[in-house]
């Protein structure tokens, strides 16, 4: 194991390294118990069964039979305590993990969820850390008390007849040697399951997310297919873990009856020089047995290991890249921005120097109302995403009240500007709650920007209102509906600065009117970004950017551009013929 994956281990032993001690040393006890029981059982015949019970000697016997029972019952009831409390240990091990990996997921910058498919997060937030949890309950706590027990029985064993312990030992290399290659073997092919596991999960998560689509497209077949030759490919892959993991037992199994049979066989050959009496030979051969449950455990626990170390290490890959994390807490509080925003000679690429953004440049007044055109690619919503510093400009500066955006706190900025989306995110939770979005918000305020977002008859026609539970991802509501509930979700917030990013492209025409006065007379005080691709919504505004290959082309409100018969006025009339 690397010291790195250890430290990771040790981290999260740490705060829980008394109850790992107390279950550590209460197996102890267990184990130790469980060396007394052979011995009455060898009292018992040797010195009462083998001459015969005598009637002065019936209570000794009913003792050691009390005893026994009494140890049975007491080892039984610590063996359930301590089982309860090192799996309270893994799950508490796990909450935490879990915990992180979700935190770290939030608090992760969207350049990290560009590049890391969400169906990989899943593996990692659910089945990895899975495999930490049989860590902590089956091997930490385990490996001390195995260990304990081996030392324990070669000790008794040894004490009760060296020379028949070194017979039975005989049998040890064949344990190791044999452990060592089926549990590389293991290893090897662990590491193969776990990748194309991986790779399927990835698949089956896009495939449910994206069902609507495989549907409009008429994929089932192909996809079917796909589905067929990766599950094939974990299937075959699968296979020699399954046959590892069936022989190794059977071959300790194997080993285990060889060396009771060469005990035996050394007994009746007298190959010791020695004859021992049956409840020597009894209690020798039961704790030659017993050494074979820590072994075969301790090996078995190898795989349970090689799993976890491999899922440690692939969810810490992700917790200790702390560059991806955005800060929350430095920067300069800011109750309420008053919405100046500006671009001074802004360069910006997604990777490398691929230039989305090249030395861009405007300024937008607060409470002005600003429409972003251009063509697809043209890099209108990547403004939009810096605004909100969803990313960090490779050159120039963007100032936001004439504070440098790197120099808010970031908590801040994104509360004071509200975006709607083009196919907003519904939970499936109520219309309340999705309105409110976790947020301290009245239900007057609710209801007030239900109003205002015209959606009051679409709320009052769900079987329970504003308490409807929304199907996943809002599948039960039609995407204008969902676009309703956006507007609702930004007129509860109140942000300063609004961004609507063809945000009423799936709203009704009349319906869009309303919206639109709500959005005229909220955005009196607060900034206005529209990007636009219908433009008939955007001749109103107090200035239109038109944006091209990265640059801006043309400057200035709606008459101006048309009248100055440059590629806004192109665009425009190409739009205006294309309605009629």
């Known amino acids: ?129 899975e495999d930490v949890y049989a860590l902590f309950s089956d091997v930490i706590t385990t490996f001390a008390k195995d260990i304990f027990i081996i030392i324990g029985l070669l000790i008794v064993m040894v004490y009760i007849s060296y020379k028949l312990a070194m017979v039975s030992l005989i049998i040890i290399p064949l344990i190791i040697i044999s452990s060592l290659i089926l549990t590389k073997l293991l290893n090897k092919t662990y590491s193969a399951v776990k990748t194309v596991r991986t790779k399927m999960n990835i698949f089956f998560s896009e495939s449910i997310y994206g069902l609507k689509l495989i549907k409009i497209f008429n994929r089932q077949r192909e996809k079917q297919r796909e589905c067929e030759r990766i599950t094939k490919e974990f299937r075959e892959t699968i296979k020699p873990m399954g046959f590892l993991q069936g022989l190794l037992p059977a071959i300790m199994t194997l080993i285990e009856n060889l060396g009771i049979a060469l005990v035996i066989w050394a007994v009746i050959n007298k190959w010791i020089g020695e004859s021992l009496d049956v409840g020597i030979i009894y209690m020798f051969i039961t704790y030659l047995k017993n050494l074979f449950d820590p072994i075969n455990r301790i090996i078995e626990n190898v795989e349970i290991v090689e799993e976890a170390v491999t899922s440690i ?131 007057e305020s609710v209801e007030n920007a239900i109003k205002l977002a015209s959606a009051e008859g679409f709320v009052n026609n769900q079987e329970h209102g504003i308490d409807e539970i929304a199907r996943e991802r809002g599948n039960s509501f039609s995407a204008g509906e969902k676009q309703l509930l956006a507007f609702a979700r930004i007129f509860a917030l109140n942000p300063s600065v609004f961004i609507l990013d063809e945000a009423t492209a799936n709203i009704d025409t009349t319906t869009e009117q309303l919206i639109q006065e709500s959005v005229d007379k909220l955005s009196k005080e607060k900034t206005s970004i529209f990007i636009a691709h219908r433009l008939a919504t955007i001749v109103n505004v107090d200035k239109i950017i038109v944006l091209g290959n990265g640059k801006i082309v043309e400057e200035g409100n709606h008459n101006e551009l048309v009248a100055s018969g440059g590629y806004y006025s192109k665009l425009y009339n190409s739009y205006y013929n294309s309605l009629v």
Do not use: C
């Open 1 to 129: 194991m690397k010291n790195k994956t250890f430290k990771r281990i040790w981290n999260m032993v740490r705060p829980y390294r008394k109850t790992v001690a107390f279950v550590t040393v209460l197996a102890i006890i267990i184990d130790a118990l469980a060396l007394v029981k052979p011995y009455l059982v060898r009292v018992l015949i040797d010195d009462y069964l083998k001459n015969g019970i005598s009637q002065n000697e019936f209570m000794s016997v009913s003792m050691i039979s009390y005893i026994y029972i009494a140890l049975v019952l007491l080892e039984n009831f610590l063996d359930y305590f301590n089982s309860t409390r090192t799996n309270i240990l893994g799950e508490s091990v796990v909450y935490d993990l879990r915990n992180r990996m979700y935190e770290y997921i939030e608090k992760a910058k969207i350049k990290f969820h560009d590049k890391v498919p969400s169906g990989t997060l899943f593996v990692r937030i659910i089945s990895d850390i």
């Open 313 to 443: 290490d692939k969810v810490y890959e992700i917790l200790e890249n702390e560059e991806m994390l955005e800060d929350f807490e430095s920067g300069k509080r800011i109750n309420k921005i008053k919405g100046k925003i500006e671009f001074k000679n802004v360069w910006f690429a997604y990777e490398d120097e691929n230039w989305i953004l090249k030395d861009v440049s405007f300024t937008i007044e607060p409470g002005q109302s600003v429409a972003l055109v251009g063509k697809t690619g043209s890099g209108k919503t990547t403004i939009t995403n810096l605004i909100n510093k969803f990313y960090t400009i490779q050159k120039g500066e963007i100032l936001i009240d004439g504070i440098n955006i790197n120099d808010i706190n970031l908590a801040d900025l994104r509360r004071n500007i509200g975006t709607i989306l083009q196919d907003p995110f519904i939970y499936a939770k109520s219309i309340k709650d999705n309105i409110k979005l976790f947020n301290d918000i009245s239900n």
